[in-house]
């Protein structure tokens, strides 16, 4: 997996996941923490956005 952050205006597109929270996959852990990790980021620079 890999994420780059892009110049300039993005295009933005609604997101949404689905798991078992049984399921006990390294990986799924890890692109659970990325997607936490990229809406923390949107969210602060929304709020710096609207300062």
């Known amino acids: 997996m ?3 952050w892009m110049a300039g205006d993005v295009p933005t597109i609604a997101l949404a ?3 078992s929270r049984a399921n ?3 990986v799924l852990k890890l ?3 990325l997607l936490v990790e990229l809406a923390a980021a949107e969210y602060a620079v929304l709020e710096l956005g609207a300062a």
């Open 24 to 26: 006990t996959s390294p």
């Open 2 to 4: 890999l994420k780059r």
């Open 17 to 19: 996941a689905g798991y």
């Open 31 to 33: 692109f659970l923490s």
